[in-house]
C-alpha cells in the first residue's frame, strides 16, 4: 500500500513514530488498526443506541441495566 500525506503530517507521523521508539511502518500500521477499532465501536454504539430507542429506553436508564447485568455475571 501506497499512502501521499501532507508535509506536516508527514513531519508528526515521524515525530511520533521516534518518541514512540517504533518504525515508521509499526506506527501506521498500528494507527490503522486502531481506526478500524474506533470504527467498529462506533457502529457498535450506534447500533445500541438504535436498539434502546426501539425499546424504549432513555439514556439514563441504560447505566443501571448495563451495572445490573455486570454485577450478576460477576456472582
Known sequence: MTISL??????SALKAARDEGR?????????IRRCITDR????????????????GLRPEE???????IRSKKKS
Open 6 to 11: 501532507p508535509p506536516s503530517l508527514y513531519e
Open 23 to 31: 518504525t515508521n511502518s509499526g506506527f501506521a500500521r498500528e494507527s
Open 40 to 55: 467498529k465501536w462506533k457502529a457498535l454504539l450506534a447500533y445500541g443506541r438504535r436498539k434502546a430507542i426501539s425499546a
Open 62 to 68: 441504560i447505566e443501571g441495566i448495563v451495572d445490573g
